[in-house]
């Protein structure tokens, strides 16, 4: 295909796939008829890998990333789905980089299509290509339209929110001709699904987590996304969440790395900071099954959480009075060869994520402090992001140093 083709599909289900000499993160947005996502829901990456009709599948780094569309899955209204590619390094360009998107027959993996955007340089994303409605009919249409200005460019283009006010995208690449007249972008609003173009793409928060001593942050707007250092009370209408909650784990290899293998991991502690239990892959559930362990994941392949730990908080024990959530590689690769490593605390009723921290600026260690959780004297649980690298390749050795850091 070449900029501006398009083809008729001649199936409902179709997958794009986008191969490079690079990793590149690969994402898909649903869009209604004036080219705008509905809401943040609407973009589906490797942290949010699911939505109505379209899914995202990591290549686990020797493979490339790829969305598929089941164009009979999806909601009213959406007439478009585009898919976007940017290389996973923070600050590269396209620059000697030919990436190439190929549109296959989701049920058999037989080609339809290929394209490879032409004349790329300073871009560091880009439109890929298209699947849209037309007169009944599903098609798929070669794009090939770059942004010198990151994913955050696309994402305020199409109507995603981003967490600070973002100039508007520049295009460094010619579109084609446009299937209806452009729409004006929206007012800025803040949300950090997508990081400002100098920093990594990052998961959405409404609202953001103020700066540190900007006042104690609770749950009553919805979820939050904490930065270093930074603290949340598990209250919500001002009564304490004492509800089972999920901490989970994911991660990705480094682009064409071996796999790597790396537990997450919970230390409880009783109020002179004394260790009472670990729970780890080793020991799935601690303190009578108020903490549980889903399991040991060897590589991180897969989208979304690899490794998750369920904490019972209503039936922990009164001697629990501090929870340090962990992650060790026991492969032994430091943590700058790990991609796109988070933990996230999510209401285990309803499924709904309260609580967000995405490990950036890694440091080459084997151990790190992701979060704690401490039982205030009003029965309240707090929630601090942490990011604190120890050398440690297992959770033995991360029980000191935690204990430290409550």
């Not at 390094?89 to 080609?111: C, H, K, L």
């Not at 994913?151 to 508007?168: K, N, Q």
């Not at 989208?303 to 590689?329: A, C, K, Y």
Request: overall charge negative.
């Amino acid at each position: 295909m070449t900029p501006g083709s398009n083809i008729p599909l001649p199936v409902a289900r179709v997958t794009v796939d986008v191969a490079a000499p690079v990793r590149l993160d690969v994402s898909g947005l649903l869009l209604t008829a004036d080219g705008k996502v509905r809401s943040d829901d609407d973009f589906i990456f490797y942290n949010q890998p699911s939505g109505p009709g379209v899914t995202y599948r990591s290549g686990g780094g020797s493979a490339p990333d790829a969305i598929t569309v089941d164009t009979t899955a999806l909601p009213p209204g959406i007439e478009k789905i585009v898919v976007t590619a940017s290389p996973d390094a923070a600050g590269q360009t396209f620059q000697g980089v030919e990436p190439t998107a190929t549109i296959r027959n989701a049920d058999d993996n037989s080609v339809l299509a290929t394209f490879t955007p032409p004349q790329l340089g300073a871009e560091t994303a880009l439109v890929v290509v298209e699947v849209y409605l037309r007169n009944g009919v599903w098609k798929a249409r070669a794009v090939g339209q770059g942004y010198a200005d990151g994913l955050a460019g696309i994402a305020t283009d199409f109507g995603v929110s981003v967490e600070e006010p973002a100039a508007a995208p520049q295009p460094v690449t010619p579109p084609p001709a446009p299937m209806q007249p452009p729409v004006a972008p929206p007012a800025p609003v803040t949300d950090p699904r997508l990081a400002p173009p100098a920093a990594p793409p990052a998961p959405p928060t409404a609202p953001p987590a103020p700066a540190p001593g900007a006042g104690k942050i609770n749950l009553d707007k919805g979820r939050v996304n904490l930065q270093k250092n930074q603290t949340v009370s598990l209250v919500k209408g001002g009564r304490p969440l004492l509800s089972q909650v999920k901490m989970g784990l994911g991660w990705e290899p480094a682009y064409r790395g071996r796999d790597i293998d790396l537990d997450a991991s919970v230390i409880a502690y009783g109020p002179q900071r004394n260790h009472i239990d670990s729970c780890y892959f080793g020991k799935l559930q601690i303190v009578g099954g108020a903490i549980k362990h889903s399991g040991d994941n060897l590589t991180g392949e897969g989208g979304g959480d690899d490794e998750v730990i369920v904490v019972d908080l209503g039936r922990l024990p009164q001697e629990v009075t501090g929870l340090v959530f962990t992650v060790n590689s026991f492969s032994g690769q430091k943590f700058t060869e790990v991609a796109k490593a988070y933990c996230r605390l999510i209401d285990a009723a309803s499924g709904e994520e309260l609580v967000r921290f995405d490990l950036t600026n890694a440091e080459a260690q084997t151990g790190v402090l992701m979060a704690k959780l401490i039982r205030q004297f009003t029965g309240e649980w707090e929630m601090t992001a942490m990011g604190d690298f120890v050398k440690a390749r297992t959770v033995r050795n991360m029980v000191k140093p935690a204990a430290q850091a409550l």
